[in-house]
């Protein structure tokens, strides 16, 4: 069974960073891309970044580059999320997702997501 | 970076049958398809179509998906209570170097 754990959200000040993780199991975890999706409260779906499967590969939305670095580590099943300077707008529920890899890809299973709050 | 376009809400009543839309563009919608993703109030995302007309297991066939041109559809057949619920589009976007999601249609059964 596919499953996928988020951790590391937290209340945090303005121009603060904060790490987040997301365990994967039940699937071969290096031959997928990931990808961290976020949704502030009360509003829709927003794709934050994604890595390939080897980490060769990342792309970000424009609202994080700079900030943000995603990464990953096969040995440990594990995607990770290095979020620095952070902003009011920053604060959102994170997902972690898996890409099927297919072309078009698709989302095909969601952890349940870590609030990041962003505040003073 | 630009979304794709949804209806905010669309309601129907049970039994019926709900299309529901995604506006993109040659770079994403029309180059790609799109993916459809359900969302209940309070849980995470799950993929309802992928490829324009794929299910995963376990979904409903009363959930089927089409494009045309760069508009992608989401037809919802015999209506029930459990499908009140947001639904958002998703694809890649091949200008952006991104994925892009539509900005969501929330569905009421009455």
């Known amino acids: 069974e596919v499953q996928l754990v988020e951790s590391g959200g937290d209340l945090v000040q303005p121009e603060g960073s904060l790490r987040l993780s997301c365990a994967a199991s039940g699937f071969t975890f290096s031959n997928y891309w990931m990808s961290w999706v976020r949704q502030a409260p009360g509003k829709g779906l927003e794709w934050v970044a994604d890595?390939?499967?080897?980490?060769?590969?990342?792309y970000y939305v424009d609202s994080v580059k700079g900030r943000f670095t995603i990464s990953r580590d096969n040995a440990k099943n594990s995607l990770y999320m290095q979020m620095n300077s952070l902003r009011a707008e920053d604060t959102a529920l994170y997902f972690c997702?898996?890409?099927?890899?297919?072309?078009?890809?698709?989302?095909?299973?969601w952890g349940q997501g870590t609030l990041v709050t962003v505040s003073s | 970076q630009a979304g794709l376009t949804q209806p905010p809400s669309v309601s129907k009543d049970l039994r019926q049958t709900a299309t529901l839309t995604c506006t993109g563009n040659?770079?994403?919608?029309?180059?790609?398809?799109a993916a459809w993703l359900q969302q209940h109030q309070g849980h995470p995302p799950k993929l309802l179509s992928y490829r324009n007309n794929n299910r995963p297991s376990g979904i409903s066939e009363r959930f089927s998906a089409s494009r045309s041109g760069n508009t992608a559809s989401l037809t919802i057949t015999g209506l029930q209570p459990e499908d009140e619920a947001d639904y958002y589009c998703s694809t890649w976007d091949s200008s952006l170097d991104a994925y892009v999601f539509g900005t969501g249609t929330k569905v009421t059964v009455l």
């Open positions: 890595i390939k499967g080897d980490g060769s590969k990342k």
């Open positions: 997702a898996r890409d099927d890899g297919a072309s078009p890809s698709a989302f095909d299973f």
């Open positions: 040659s770079n994403n919608v029309g180059k790609e398809g």
